[in-house]
């Protein structure tokens, strides 16, 4: 437990930090999982347009600190790399 108070606000801006990265984190899984659900389905087009959509998050992930370029880098490849398979 914090003692300070200065600990204190730390712990209290960590948890509102945490709570707000959960929720893009999860946003952002769930543009990446539009994509995976749609080249399972063998669906083209509606994997493009969802990668269209998916492509700006994962680079706005990157800019607040969400995840790691190289970490990034590596969806957006292996999404592609699956779109052009098909």
Known sequence: MANSSQSLKRARQAEKSRQHNA??????????????NALDAGEKDTATEAYRIAVPA?????????IHKNKAARHKSRLNTRIKAL
């Open 58 to 66: 994962i680079d706005n992930a990157i800019g607040g600190g969400l």
């Open 23 to 36: 929720s893009r984190r999860s946003a952002l899984r769930t543009t990446i999982k539009n994509v995976v």
